[in-house]
């Protein structure tokens, strides 16, 4: 079993850049592919990105791509998500997800989920 921890959530301008990161606990977090969702205000939770267990493959819904980019550290148990040139639309809650399985790009594909942080960009 895995537990995440969001962090890195804030208010910032349009075209500016936030960096979230997830801290995973457990002894087998190489083991877990990683995603990352978000949930805006009045609609349903979607995907964002992930990323293999190695790290050598990365999944990018269409509306980030370019734009950010997810990475993992196996030394330090984390997986982060670089963001730039963010845009209102951006603005969202931001969740970390687990699992043991392949990557996908849907929530019912991962088995943890951390508790989630803001994201809120003015325009």
């Known amino acids: 079993q895995v537990q995440l921890v969001e962090s890195g959530g804030g208010l910032v301008q349009a075209g500016g850049s936030l960096r979230l990161s997830c801290a995973a606990s457990?002894?087998?977090?190489?083991?877990?592919?990683m995603g990352w969702f978000r949930q805006a205000p009045g609609k349903e939770r979607e995907f964002v990105a992930a990323?293999?267990?190695?790290?050598?493959?990365?999944y990018y819904a269409d509306s980030v791509k370019g734009r950010f980019t997810i990475s993992r550290d196996k030394v330090k148990n984390t997986v982060s998500l670089q963001m730039n040139s963010l845009k209102p639309e951006d603005t969202a809650v931001y969740y970390c997800a687990a699992d043991l399985k392949r990557v996908g790009s849907f929530e019912y594909e991962y088995a943890y989920w951390g508790q989630g942080t803001q994201v809120t960009v003015s325009s």
């Open positions: 990323i293999s267990w190695s790290g050598g493959s990365t």
């Open positions: 457990g002894r087998t977090f190489s083991s877990y592919v």
